[in-house]
């Protein structure tokens, strides 16, 4: 199994990540791609140095280009990819892994996932469901820390779109059902989201909206209603709860 992780400047988070990886008692090739940090993130990567199948910082493309980088410089049947500030369940990838087993049509498993909130050290069950393309152009109920894609797949469809900066994530899952097959849906808690003040998806929650709402049209062809009633008070309570 091939697992990027890309990072900047996350060191605060990156050492449990990294420890939820290596908890999950299978054989990975692990790859950190760091942006250049200057918070101490290398002297973290370098503790985990031989246990890692590769790692670099420097500044570079953007997430989705880091991302991409690492899954190509693996050789693993199966991928994916863990954010610095995200991690893993124990057992997580065990129960991804024999979905897609279960299921040899599937381009994709996706999990059930946590959102953890740090500011009131609470956590709620993120909204994951069977997948229905109806559904998923009104909300993406698929949790990114919570999947695990076939290299065939991930491969075929050229993995992420480095031209995204928010919803690169959706945007794959879109071309991944549209191209290579079903998503299968595995109802097992498998990982965590963690939210916190400086994900970007507080910090450009208009772009987000923007991508988003982009990449319904693009795969879908049409953009529900939810979408253009949702995003100003998405964008103002998100500028609320920084304040």
Not at 156 to 174: N, T, V
Not at 196 to 201: E, S, V
Request: aromatic share 12%; net charge positive; with cysteine.
């Amino acid at each position: 199994m091939t697992i990027a992780v890309p990072s900047l400047d996350q060191g605060r988070y990156l050492n449990d990540a990294l420890a939820s990886i290596f908890q999950q008692d299978l054989p990975l090739e692990v790859f950190v791609l760091d942006g250049g940090s200057t918070d101490g993130s290398v002297e973290i990567i370098a503790g985990w140095a031989d246990r890692l199948a590769g790692w670099r910082s420097h500044p570079d493309l953007g997430q989705s280009a880091a991302i991409n980088e690492g899954i190509a410089a693996g050789r693993a049947p199966f991928v994916c990819w863990v954010n610095s500030d995200d991690w893993l369940l124990p057992g997580g990838l065990k129960a991804l892994l024999r979905g897609l087993e279960a299921a040899p049509q599937a381009s994709a498993a996706y999990g059930r996932a946590w959102n953890y909130f740090e500011k009131s050290r609470s956590r709620s069950p993120a909204w994951v469901q069977p997948f229905s393309e109806r559904w998923f152009a009104i909300y993406c109920f698929i949790t990114q820390p919570a999947t695990l894609i076939r290299r065939s797949a991930w491969e075929r469809i050229g993995g992420l779109d480095p031209s995204l900066q928010m919803a690169m994530d959706y945007d794959l899952w879109w071309r991944l059902y549209k191209t290579c097959g079903p998503l299968q849906f595995v109802d097992e808690f498998v990982a965590v989201n963690r939210e916190h003040l400086d994900t970007k998806t507080r910090t450009k929650r208009r772009l987000h909206y923007r991508e988003a709402i982009d990449v319904v049209r693009r795969h879908h062809g049409r953009v529900p209603i939810k979408w253009w009633i949702a995003q100003p008070y998405a964008v103002w309570y998100r500028s609320l709860s920084r304040s």
